[in-house]
């Protein structure tokens, strides 16, 4: 099997899940802690937008993680594709910061554009890992652990997302959506297939 095959023949699951994902962002609330933030980033909320904010917080749970649920399967798709198939051989700076050396395995996911500083490839490969073994809380892995950790700190200072990849608060919970969405911005299989066409050198 190609690169080219694989991406043809999972291209209809993975149109699926872009479909599920997509219903389920519709019926998730659109609360957010932004409408509250003033130009000095400090949040101001009385107490009953305070309950109001945590009862729709509360509320999207089970939406959350149905979303992570198919996001982690798509970070799965492109996982296997990356593992397989990625003809990478060199370290970018960005990679070796993390962690990445020349003899690692890691190699070939340290391809793609860059997010915050993190290579697309390591982003799926630390999305995969996290949501597969997310009951950990941290994760055990040393690579998916370091970029989670980058995520962290590129978001320290942002009061509406800083607490995303805290994998430990308020419980140990997967964060693949968040990944999928928020960082590689995939909101459909097209967004997918250019990066994956991207990093295995693909027309």
Known sequence: MTAKTYLAETNAAVQGLFGLLAYYDHLTPRSSLAQFVDERGVVLLNHAQAEAYMRAYADSLALDFSKAMLAGSILQVAHKALEEFSTNS??????????????????????????????????????????????????????????????????????????????????????????????????????????????????
């Open 90 to 203: 060199t370290v970018p700076p960005s990679a070796a910061a993390l962690g990445v050396s020349a003899t690692s395995p890691h190699v070939r996911f340290s391809v793609g554009r860059e997010v915050h500083g993190i290579p697309t490839g390591l982003l799926i490969y630390a999305g995969r890992i996290q949501y597969n073994h997310y009951e950990e809380g941290r994760p055990k892995n040393r690579i998916a652990c370091t970029v989670f950790e980058a995520l962290l700190n590129h978001y320290y200072s942002d009061m509406t997302f800083d607490m995303a990849y805290q994998l430990e608060w308020p419980a140990p919970r997967p964060v693949s959506h968040y990944i999928g969405r928020h960082e590689l911005k995939w909101f459909s299989s097209a967004d997918y297939l250019m990066d994956m066409r991207a990093m295995l050198a693909l027309p």
